[in-house]
């Protein structure tokens, strides 16, 4: 049976092909856009980090090069065990099965949160934000990373996947919840459009892949994100 914390979000994508989302993982942001932008608005050496929806743990061996500590909080506990597989060799490293609605830390514990593609969406996350209004120390940040589907392929495909997303609401819902935005574009790099397929067809229903397949040559796409980020 499958361990799935209750309150978790869905996840078809990681939790049915992590294989997949790790060919994902590797094909995002070859250039360090998303880790530089993050180091100059908050860098996170000596600091307590969360990386809250942390999948197969993909992110945390880049915090952990200079953070004091890194937690890891994973609803799915199948994944949580191989993000703990991932990180057994770094001792600054644990690994929770939680949700971001019902933190397994203390009050005022974590510096720097990163939540990448997880929970956060925007309307309905209010139960996690009030639990990171707890668990964040003053001088900490939060760092949200969406998609930006207002342009780019990737943001166009996002649309035509999810034709009722508002991207105008999120941004009215982060903003009014004191967040700033960082727009960011970025790249995803396959080795194969092998590899390209089977990660569309991870993300869209199989139609939708097959026809962005067809319109779009080359194993590169370009990927508008947005990091929300809040400094406390
Ligand atoms: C698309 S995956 C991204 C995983 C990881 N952040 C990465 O970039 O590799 C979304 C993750 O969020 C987790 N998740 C779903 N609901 C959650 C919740 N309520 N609290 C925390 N994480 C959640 C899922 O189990 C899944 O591992």
Not at 10 to 27: G, H, L, T
């Amino acid at each position: 049976m499958v361990d799935i914390a209750p309150g978790a979000v869905p996840s078809p994508n990681i939790w049915n092909s992590p294989q997949v989302y790790e060919i994902e993982n590797r094909a995002v942001d070859p250039d360090g856009a998303i880790e530089a932008a993050l180091r100059r608005l908050r860098p996170w050496a000596g600091a307590t980090v969360l990386d809250l929806g942390c999948g197969t743990g993909f992110h945390l061996p880049m915090f952990a090069r200079e953070a004091a500590r890194v937690v890891g909080v994973e609803p799915h506990a199948r994944l949580a065990a191989a993000a703990r597989a991932r990180v057994r060799d770094l001792p600054n490293v644990t690994v929770r099965v939680g949700t971001a609605q019902a933190l397994p830390l203390p009050d005022a514990s974590v510096d720097v949160v990163h939540a990448r593609w997880a929970y956060f969406f925007g309307p309905g996350c209010e139960p996690g934000l009030a639990e990171l209004d707890r668990v964040v120390r003053r001088g900490g940040a939060v760092f949200v990373i969406d998609n930006d589907a207002t342009r780019s392929t990737f943001g166009g495909w996002f649309r035509r996947g999810l034709p009722s997303y508002d991207p105008a609401a999120v941004e009215r819902f982060w903003t009014r919840r004191g967040y700033q935005r960082e727009p960011l574009m970025i790249r995803w790099v396959f080795g194969s459009r092998a590899d390209l397929a089977a990660v569309l067809k991870i993300e869209f229903p199989a139609a939708l892949a097959e026809t962005f397949l067809r319109e779009h040559d080359g194993l590169e796409v370009d990927y508008a994100i947005n990091i929300w980020w809040r400094a406390r």
